[in-house]
Nanobody, 115 residues
């Protein structure tokens, strides 16, 4: 069973930066893709960014140019560097790991952008 754990959330002022980390353990293979999603209060969970095992990355339009995703295939880890944060980025951020035909979610980490 794959276990996914996020870390690095917290409270930051508008314009600040945070770095989220995610580690997937329990698989003998490398991930096919890892992604970040977020869910704000009263809203649906939405896609933020993903990275494939090839290194190709995609981003939601709302975070392009501000967020950067990077991954380590050998360690099954991924990092989301978030810069120029806005109050609208406030949400619980979830990591999703894709191995073969299965997807695994972490428990989420809270990010709050407020002055």
């Amino acid at each position: 069973q794959v276990h996914v754990v996020e870390s690095g959330g917290g409270l930051v002022q508008p314009g600040g930066s945070l770095r989220l980390s995610c580690a997937a353990s329990g698989s003998s293979s490398q991930f096919a893709a890892m992604a970040w999603y977020r869910q704000a209060p009263g809203a649906q969970r939405e896609f933020v960014a993903h990275i494939l095992s090839s290194g190709h990355a995609d981003y939601a339009d709302s975070v392009k140019g501000r967020f950067t995703i990077s991954g380590d295939n050998a360690r099954n880890t991924v990092v989301l560097q978030m810069n120029s944060l806005k109050p609208d980025d406030t949400a619980v951020y979830y990591c999703n790991a894709h191995f073969y035909d299965s997807y695994y979610w972490g428990q989420g980490t809270q990010v709050t952008v407020s002055s």
